[in-house]
């Protein structure tokens, strides 16, 4: 019984240290328009976000519709910020992004 309470703490552990992470990455986004090489923006649970290399498009992980949307040029700074504060060159500060409100489950 020790041993499976020890393996239920470490999991409540790992999970509640990937909620307090940021993570820059850069990989290949497949779209209706091909593939290319993105930015991403992992925050957490909350956000999974991209960028185009260029900076002209930036976009988000709509959970409901299961699919990429392109969100308005106002998120596109604070992409970038968020995209050096992962990659730690610059100090971590506020940003503006976008997050679902919770809903309840059914």
């Known amino acids: ?7 239920v703490l470490e999991a ?9 992470t940021i993570e820059a ?10 593939t290319r090489t993105v930015d ?7 956000a999974l976000l991209y960028q185009t290399l260029d900076g002209e498009e930036t ?3 709509d959970r409901t519709a299961g699919s990429w949307t392109v969100l308005p040029d ?6 970038r910020d968020g995209l050096r504060i992962a990659r730690k060159q610059v100090a971590p500060d506020l940003l503006y992004i976008p997050v679902t409100a919770a809903q309840e489950a059914k």
Not at 74 to 79: A, F, I, P
């Open 25 to 34: 990455y850069r990989s290949e986004l497949d779209s209706g328009s091909g």
């Open 59 to 61: 976009g988000a992980w």
């Open 40 to 46: 991403f923006l992992r925050i957490g649970r909350v």
């Open 74 to 79: 106002t998120y596109r700074q604070s992409v």
């Open 1 to 7: 019984i020790s041993e499976k309470y020890r393996r």
């Open 12 to 20: 409540y552990q790992v999970e509640n240290e990937f909620g307090r």
